[in-house]
């Protein structure tokens, strides 16, 4: 089939369609607002050259960029994020009246908060020094130095003032008296047992050598700044002002934090505004201009043709020179892909484009991931009230997360970018969890629930055909054993196992699929789609023989026939790739094989960390359990525990329901966080690797539509 993109295929990413305007060089501006209204056009720089008035557009750039730096500083000094902003602020729509705008709100209603924030690095300074000189005056103290002299250097004295260890302090005595033929002055203080505080005079011509000796002794040397005047200085005087000084900068951060809220909505607005005019000068310098006209090169979607030619009419007032639409054999490799999204699914979105964007040539996955990723984290984290916990946590951010003016960096942003994933995951966990009767951990609270409600009594002696009618998948993860009069519930680590294994061959023949219909669309050559339709059915006799053998363990012949498909089909893989590409293209076919049984074996991490979520969430009742069985002396698992016996049943004594209680919100705390990240990391992963691996690279270019971000001004 012919490589060019001239269909839209279903799965694929939609081509875009390249449009040509060239308009007089005055409705440059309202072009601008157009394209930032319609919210779909990707701006293209195809030219280099750009107009007589590119120096205008610098400078305003510069200047805005300016006053970004200075908006920053101001806003990074208040506290904004609790700042009111229900009312909005209007502007004028001419460039002039941004600027202005901008200069009177940075420059004049901010003039405050500049002297604020001067003030406050002044105070920071000075509390700074005087930090210092007290602890130099304490140490001076410690060595009863009445004299400020003392410590100066002269013409022909040189003084050090520092630590050494005290076991050192004897010898260096003796070195220093030889060096200085006993000319020194030493005022010492132990201060505690590893330092010694000490004053050496020397005289100048013994200066150097007294320093290299100091040097040998570990001497941690007390600096006197040179600009400091020792004269008049008391500890007294500088603890004073530092409190004073304090007291100021205490005022000083109440003054802001009234500030915030008396000119905090125009800050907000103003940087606003600073980002909307730094957009639209991004798309003033991809046209090409001259004196009288503009000419703008964007990519556009098909449908958005008619509308984009009526409103560009509408903002030249009909006097535009030309408006012309041309989609044809473009390089691939050079067109934005565009594909389908939501704002509730955008994170969705975001699992898929972390990978990569689908180029045109490329199946884009978003559809099977939206239905993928929920279900294996569903099974991983299977659990009714876990679930449910991780719903109403992703709907309260996604709640806080419509009040705030900007989201948040770090793990928060994680936290409030993903609410809708979370909620999602939440949901698809809860379900799950109703199919592995798991609440809280606890796998035997709601059978007694069901019981209570449908008024059916567990009979012990048929306990696992009352629990195969009441839960429908309780044969596939669950089995019973009688114990000490009980009958006790077992997980059925073997089934989960398989099920696990089921699931991978799902997914995996569905990627397999996937590549066959996007290479019978594009591929480099006939024997790629030849080679990857005897993978497939290699994968898929595999998979049928399992079944054979399971299902029908008398039917030996049904396991040898799918044993020789099994054979033939790897064989003829392998033929396929070496006559196209060598001992390579052997060695790759080798390669693909082995990586579909890994791929299988890799789903076992359903199981592995299903069982993890298990055991983290019971470990809480099981500790409760102990100390109740050693105390009262009752058997252990009195208060969870996996034995078909309404006596036991938590409810059934209120002391017994605030112990499981107890269990159930610890172990929430432990699991919550823990397995939501682990279970969507090996989700991610099985999505990423053994399905994405099979068809999916990721080459495309990602489509970057202007979109304006209004919320807080109006231009009039």
Not at 18 to 34: C, D, E, G, W
Not at 318 to 347: A, C, H, W, Y
Not at 399 to 406: A, F, N, P, S, V
């Amino acid at each position: 089939m012919d490589n060019q993109i001239s269909e839209v295929l279903p799965l694929f990413p939609k081509p875009l369609t390249i449009s040509k305007v060239i308009a007089p060089l005055k409705y440059k501006r309202a072009i601008v607002k157009t394209i930032e209204e319609l919210g779909s056009i990707e701006p293209i720089a195809v030219d280099p050259r750009t107009g007589s008035d590119e120096i205008i557009v610098v400078q305003r750039k510069n200047k805005l960029e300016e006053l970004r730096n200075t908006l920053n500083t101001y806003i990074s000094a208040l506290d904004l994020d609790n700042t009111e902003t229900s009312s909005k602020v209007k502007i004028g729509q001419s460039e002039d009246d941004v600027i202005n705008y901008l200069d009177h709100t940075i420059n004049e209603k901010s003039s405050k908060i500049n002297e604020i924030i001067q003030r406050n690095s002044e105070i920071t300074d000075r509390l700074s020094e005087l930090s210092s000189i007290m602890e130099l005056l304490e140490k001076f103290d410690i060595l009863d130095i009445s004299e400020t002299s003392l410590l100066k250097d002269t013409q022909f004295v040189k003084t050090f003032i520092g630590t050494v260890f005290p076991a050192q302090l004897q010898r260096l005595k003796w070195e220093i008296d030889e060096i200085t033929q006993n000319r020194f002055l030493l005022i010492e203080y132990q201060i505690d047992k590893e330092n010694t505080l000490l004053l050496l005079s020397v005289l100048d011509s013994d200066a150097e050598a007294t320093s290299d000796k100091l040097k040998s002794f570990s001497f941690s040397e007390v600096v006197i700044p040179k600009d400091l005047d020792l004269d008049g200085l008391n500890q007294n005087d500088c603890q004073a002002e530092y409190e004073q000084l304090t007291e100021e900068q205490k005022s000083l951060t109440v003054e802001m934090t009234d500030l915030s809220k008396t000119i905090g909505v125009d800050l907000i607005a103003a940087n606003e505004v600073l980002n909307i005019e730094l957009q639209r000068i991004e798309i003033e310098q991809k046209m090409r201009r001259t004196q009288t006209t503009c000419v703008l090169w964007a990519w556009i979607p098909d449908e958005l043709q008619d509308t984009f030619r009526l409103k560009i009419n509408e903002a030249t007032e009909n006097n535009v020179f030309d408006i012309d639409f041309r989609k044809g054999d473009f390089d691939p490799t050079l067109i934005p892909s565009r594909v389908e999204n939501t704002e509730f699914m955008q994170p969705m979105r975001g699992l898929v484009t972390a990978f990569g964007t689908p180029g045109l040539k490329e199946i884009d996955p978003f559809k099977f991931v939206l239905i993928l990723f929920p279900i294996l984290f569903g099974i991983m984290f299977a659990d009714i009230g876990h679930g449910l916990l991780l719903l109403a946590a992703g709907a309260i951010f996604k709640k806080k997360r419509e009040k705030l003016t900007e989201i948040p960096t770090g793990i928060a942003a994680y936290a409030y970018g993903g609410a809708n994933l979370m909620m999602i995951m939440g949901t698809t966990a809860a379900i799950m969890g109703v199919l592995l009767n798991s609440f809280f951990g606890d796998e035997t609270f709601l059978i007694y629930v069901w019981a209570s409600i449908t008024g059916n009594q567990i009979q012990i002696e048929n306990a696992t055909t009352a629990l195969s009618g009441m839960i429908p998948t309780w044969d596939l993860f669950f089995y019973t054993t009688e114990s000490n009069g009980h009958v006790e519930i077992h997980r059925n680590y073997v089934a989960f196992l398989v099920f696990s294994f089921a699931i991978g061959a799902v997914v995996i023949l569905l990627g397999l699929l996937l590549n066959l219909y996007q290479l019978y669309y594009y591929r480099h050559s006939e024997a790629d789609f030849r080679a990857a339709t005897t993978l497939f059915l290699t994968y898929f006799s595999i998979i049928l023989t399992a079944i054979f053998a399971v299902a029908f363990p008398s039917a030996s012949w049904l396991v040898t026939l799918g044993v020789i498909l099994i054979v033939g089909f790897i064989f003829a893989t392998l033929t396929i790739e070496a006559k196209a590409h060598g001992i390579d293209g052997l060695m790759l076919g080798v390669d693909h094989i082995l990586a579909l049984m890994s791929n299988t074996f890799s789903f076992g991490r359903l199981l592995a960390m299903n069982t993890i979520h298990f055991v983290l969430a019971t470990l809480p009742f099981l500790f409760i359990d102990i100390g109740r069985s050693a105390a009262d002396k009752k058997e252990l698992g009195y208060v969870f525990n996996h034995y078909l016996d309404l006596d036991q049943w938590p409810m059934a004594e209120p002391s017994m329901f605030l112990l499981w209680f107890l269990g159930a919100f610890v172990g929430s705390l432990i699991v919550v966080p823990v397995e939501t990240t682990f279970s969507t990391l090996q989700a991610l992963r099985l999505n990423w690797v053994e399905f994405f691996g099979k068809f999916y690279k990721g080459t495309g270019l990602e489509f970057n539509p202007v979109k304006i971000n209004r919320l807080h001004t109006i231009e009039e």
